[in-house]
Structure formats: structure tokens, C-alpha cells
């Protein structure tokens, strides 16, 4: 499955913005989907994860309460809404797809990445 993550910019201290990872095949709803970040010289950062019908997620400590992950897999669309957000939060996201259909936060089963896109807040 090829992914497209879309939605990143430069947005203030304190605002929001939604991301959006759009599947390419018609089999989204086989796979988990998680969302991570990255800064350069860092390790990659789970920061949410849902499972393949939405009935489970799980947060990283450092966005929880702050992010929302869902799936609309009618749209083979996954969303991550990011509220309240911080100049630390600045990174590179990326979204990706797990063939383990439960909601999974061990990144070496992910399989499929989409290439990522720019959220940059400023203070």
C-alpha cells in the first residue's frame, strides 16, 4: 500500500492543524496505522496508533491529551489532529501502515511508509 501524508505547515504556539494519510489501495481497512515524527539526529517517534477498525488507539506520553488519531476507512483516510501545539513539536511526520490489524506502537512492525510532511510551530 503506497501512503500520502498531507496537512503539515507553519502554524503558531497554541494552534492546531490536522494531517491527513491517504491510502492508495482499497485494503486500508486491513492495516493498523500509526503516525511518528522525526528530527534530524533523532530516533523516530511513535506518537499515535490506531487499530484497523478505529476501536483502539494508543498516545505517546508527549502528545497525549493534545492529539487525536482516526480512521475513516470508507475515505482509506487516517487523521491526526494536533491541538494545543508546541514549538517542540516541530518535526518531520510520517504515517504508517502495519499489516498487525490491532493497534500496535512497536515501530518494526510497520510496514509501509508514506514520505512525510513538515509541521513547524513557532513560538
Known amino acids: 500500500v503506497q501512503l500520502q501524508a498531507s496537512g503539515g505547515g507553519l502554524v503558531q504556539a497554541g494552534g492546531s492543524l490536522r494531517l491527513s494519510c491517504e491510502a492508495s489501495?482499497?485494503?486500508?481497512?486491513?492495516?493498523?496505522i500509526g503516525w511518528f515524527r522525526q528530527n534530524p539526529g533523532k530516533e523516530r517517534e511513535l506518537l499515535a496508533a490506531?487499530?484497523?477498525?478505529?476501536?483502539?488507539?494508543r498516545y505517546g506520553d508527549s502528545v497525549k491529551g493534545r492529539f487525536t488519531i482516526s480512521r475513516d476507512n470508507a475515505k482509506n483516510t487516517a487523521y491526526l489532529q494536533m491541538n494545543n501545539l508546541k514549538p517542540e513539536d516541530t518535526a518531520v511526520y510520517y504515517c504508517?501502515?502495519?499489516?498487525?490489524?490491532?493497534?500496535?506502537?512497536?515501530?518494526?512492525?510497520?510496514?509501509?511508509w508514506g514520505q512525510g510532511t513538515q509541521v513547524t510551530v513557532s513560538s
Open positions: 490506531i487499530s484497523w477498525n478505529g476501536d483502539s488507539t
Open positions: 489501495e482499497g485494503t486500508f481497512n486491513t492495516y493498523s
Open positions: 504508517a501502515a502495519s499489516r498487525w490489524m490491532s493497534v500496535t506502537t512497536v515501530i518494526r512492525h510497520y510496514d509501509y
